[in-house]
Structure formats: structure tokens, C-alpha cells
């Protein structure tokens, strides 16, 4: 048996709801034929799949960042505003298509707002120059009479967007990027974007381009940069053909994310700064079977969304430092949402995304956990993404996280039973208050039919709600194996 203490009033932090963010990039058929597709009867007059739309919209995204990625780094803008017809089709370099640029900066903005989100736009740091990145700012958010203000004036749009989070390139460390180069390059670069757009935009939230958040690279970056950004970013992917390996490797996130803030906490102490940046994590999913193509279409199973619950409950746990977090990607490319030309259908990591995102509350609180650990078989194959995490262990065998709203008279709790054979008694105990009468639990589980396929090669899940009354300040509740577990209930 797991018990589990909770104690409402031992807050952890303020959750930021920019954790349930996305990312779309223009790679493979995440925008063309995913989110946008002119012309097909399942969209609407923008271009927009409404179907795709309405999936994404059930997520309730905190934030949406675009346009990449590693195609960020060849990006130009200006290609993708104005009349469409006159815009130019330019070679892709990092994932090898052709850009058509029909769906630009005026579209995506058109996009966040329609879908009630915050848009998120990641600077040209390859091909680009400042004075590209600060012309696409003033186009987006200046008042002013000056020349890309009234572009976009001339574009149709008079109000400016007012977007402020900008990143500082993308992973400008790695040889597959255009325009990659050394820590110190970056930093002296990043340095004078950052001064520079500070001056045209003092609304701007910057994110400083991180690596795995352990890195010397991060290490570099966030001793010079602390002081100019509001977030240093860092990037997690994982997964293993393994069960294991793949639903505790986001544990290695949990790390990456406490050395990152223990730098950003030595720099901000050392420097004195008044200011101290927060953690992005603008990337981070399961990703090995498709690692290497050039659309990225992973067909996800059902561990997967363990993994994918398992990340969420970290970001609840960190949420004093993780204050945005993005995942890689939405639409077809390593997706949630994955599309043909005429239907939309949900992967199996769709799932703990919306539990969570429709559960979380205003604050995570602490869960004291104690029961049954993961023994681990004597060979585990840990796949390509040698995340080292023996050291990790034990590991519990349910994975927590708890959210309480403001007033404190709401409890969530999210729970991941890694356990492979057998179900798991959980006994949730209240250290303070006693739960009101009802609670809704939602307990997600590998599909039992795989004749409820959307589209053929699309594993479905099984999504049950139950129903437990809680007893005084006790919940008991048996999970299934290999399942993930959404309480919602009330204090009293
Ligand atoms: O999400 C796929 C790719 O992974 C992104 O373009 C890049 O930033 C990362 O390497
Ligand atoms: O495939 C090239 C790059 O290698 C990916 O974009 C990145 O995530 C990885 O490290």
C-alpha cells in the first residue's frame, strides 16, 4: 500500500499556467496539413483545421511558442507577412522542405488569440541579425508611426499584439542548428540582443538560450546572462522501447531543473540581483522511434503517457522555479493531435495532458509519500538519450503531485502507477481539514479494445470515472497497473 500525507497549508509555490504550454514548429506536417490546411473543408476562413483547433483548444494551453526550433535559426519574418500570394518559398534548412510561408507571424498571432493563449516567438539566432529581431518586435508590439509598425498597420492588424516572451535563439549549442557556435559567442551575442531589445521594448521577457540545464553551457550562459533574462530555457526528451527506461527517465528532468536553479541561485546571490530568472523548459517529450526523420510522426503508446503524466507531476512539484514549460510538439510532429486529411485523432499522451491541465489548481502543495518502490529488472535499456538516473533510485512506485486552489477548499492530486503487474492501494491522508463529500476521479488506462482506433495506427486509452467517497480526512482508492490518475475533490 502507498500512503500519501498532505498537508494543504505546506505550499510548494505559485503554479504558473504557462507549464501546460505547447510548441508548434514549421517541420513536417505540424503546421502544413496539421494545424493549418487552406483549402480543406475541415477548416475554417483563416485556414484553420477546426478539428485540430478544438483538441487543442480542450487543453487549455498556458502559452504557445513558435516558429521553432531548429527552424527558427533560418528564419526571416518578413517572408511570412502580406498579401499571401507575393510571399517567397524558401529552402528549409533544418528539416529539409520547402517553406511556402502562408502561415506567418499575422497567423499565428491570429491563432493564440483565437485560441485564448499566449503566443511565445523564438528569435532568428542563425541566419538573423538584431536588427531583423528587433524589426519583427516594433512589427508585433509598437504604438509607434515608424516603419514596421505601419507594415503591420498596412497588414490589417492596427492594434499592436503586445507579445512579450522572446527567446534568445534556439539550442545554439548544437551542430545541427544553423549558426551554432561556442558559450562565450552566444553569450556576447545574446548579451547585446538582450540590451537592444530591452531599449525598443522594456516589456520583453527574454529567455536565454539553456542546454540540458546541467551543462557547462548553462553553467556559462546563466553566470553571464542572469541579470538581462527572465527565464533560462533547457530542453528534455526521452524514451526507450523499455517500459522502464521510458517511464523513469523524466525523473532526470527533476534533476536537470534543480541544478539549473541551484546555478541560477549561485549567480543571482553572487551578483546581487534583484531579479531572479525562472526555468523554461521550452521543450521536453517523448522522443526515440521517429529520432533521426524528418516529419517526426511518433506513434505513441500507452507508457507514454506515463512518462507524460510523470513529466507534469514534475513540473507541479518545481513549480517555484519551472514557470513555463512547453510540449514538443502539438500537431503530427511528436504530437499529441496527429491528423489525415479528413480526421484528427488523439494519441495516448493527449490524455494526462488535459487531466492535468483541467485539474491543476492555483498552488502545488507537498505530498509526503511512502510505500512500495520500482524494483528494476537487471538489464534495462535505456535507449538512445543515455540519461543516467541509477543513482535516482529508489523510485517510488506512484508518482505524485497536489494542487490546491487559492482559498484552499479544492484538492487536486495526480497519480502515475508505474507498477506493471498488479494494482496499487492508495491511502491519501489530510494533515489538516477533512475532504468534502464527493470526489471526481478519472483514471486513465491502456486501452482494452484496440477497435475503438480513430485512425488505424492510433492506440486508444481507456478513460473510466469513478466514484470514492473520501471518509473524514481519508481517501482510499485502489490505481490499477500502468495507469494515470486524476482526484478532484473538495476541503472542508
Ligand atoms: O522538437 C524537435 C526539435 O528538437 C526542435 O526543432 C529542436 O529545437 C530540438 O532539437
Ligand atoms: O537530430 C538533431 C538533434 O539532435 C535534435 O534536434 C536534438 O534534439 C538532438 O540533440
Known sequence: MTRILLNPGRRLGVLDRRVFGGFVEHLGRCIYGGLYEWGSS????????SDVFDHLKALRLGVLRWPGGNFASTYHFADGIGPNEDRPRRVDLAWGGDEPNHFGTDEFLAYCDKI??????????????????LAWIEYCNSSRQTYWAEQRRNNGRKLPYGVSLWA??????????????????????ATRWARAIRMLDPNAKLVSCGMSGWNEWDRLVIDKMAGLVDFHSIHFYSGSEDYWANVLQPHQLERAIELAAGMIRRAAYEQGLAKVPRVAVDEWNVWFRTFGS???????????????????????????WVKMANLAQMVNAIAPIVTTPSAAALQPIYYPFLLHSEGALDEAVDAYVSGPTVELPSQVNWGIWEHRIDDLAPFALVDVAATVDRNRTKLSLALVNRGDNSAERVEVELLEGVFG????????????????????DVEPVDLEEVKEAPRGEVLVLDLPPRSFTMIETTLQ
Open 42 to 49: 475541415l477548416s475554417d476562413v483563416s485556414g484553420f483545421r
Open 116 to 133: 485564448g493563449t499566449e503566443p511565445y516567438i523564438c528569435l532568428n539566432m542563425g541566419t538573423g541579425t538584431l536588427d531583423e529581431a
Open 168 to 189: 534568445l535563439g534556439n539550442e545554439m549549442y548544437g551542430d545541427w542548428q544553423v549558426g551554432s557556435r561556442s558559450a562565450t559567442e552566444y553569450v556576447s551575442e
Open 294 to 320: 524528418t516529419n517526426l510522426e511518433e506513434r505513441y503508446q500507452f507508457a507514454d503517457a506515463l512518462a507524460v503524466g510523470t513529466y507534469l507531476n514534475i513540473f507541479i512539484r518545481n513549480c517555484a
Open 437 to 456: 463529500p464527493n470526489a471526481r476521479i478519472r483514471v486513465l488506462t491502456a486501452a482494452s479494445e484496440l477497435a475503438k482506433r480513430v485512425l488505424p
